[in-house]
């Protein structure tokens, strides 16, 4: 967790456009942050190991290849630079959280949530809060 003042770190992984910009609006009305995105796991592991983010979303079905968004997730556990970020899985299916939890990941949450408080809240305890003006 960030002190307030601190600009956070999202990346956006195999979401598509209508969907990357609904995730993206989201978090950037609630928290202090700038929102990268990746295409594909590749692009993903590369922009992790160059940049430490606050949190990783990873899409269930990566748009671009349709490959699996758990890829991701199990690979990045595997290397040890990378094990202990945050990562959350955008998938509306209970199964699909269960295994990504099990893998590692964070309890996450799905597009049909994200405009909920609960996603909100979930997402708080890993971004800074956006200072609200008077």
């Not at 600009?7 to 993206?24: K, M, T």
């Not at 671009?64 to 990378?82: H, K, N, S």
Request: net charge negative.
């Amino acid at each position: 967790m960030m002190g307030a003042g601190s600009q956070g770190r999202v990346l956006d992984v195999g979401q598509c456009e209508v969907d990357h910009s609904s995730i993206r609006s989201v978090i950037e009305a609630n928290f202090a942050v700038d929102v990268d995105r990746a295409r594909s796991v590749d692009d993903a592991l590369e922009a992790m190991r160059r940049q430490r983010y606050d949190l990783v979303l990873v899409n269930r079905i990566i748009f671009a290849d349709g490959c699996e968004g758990m890829e991701l997730i199990r690979q990045a556990r595997q290397d040890p630079a990378l094990a202990d970020v945050p990562m959350m899985l955008v998938s509306n299916y209970v199964e699909a959280q269960a295994e990504a939890v099990a893998a590692g990941a964070q309890p996450g949450f799905g597009k049909a949530g994200l405009h909920q408080k609960a996603t909100v809240e979930r997402l708080a305890e890993f971004l800074p809060a956006k200072v609200r003006s008077a």
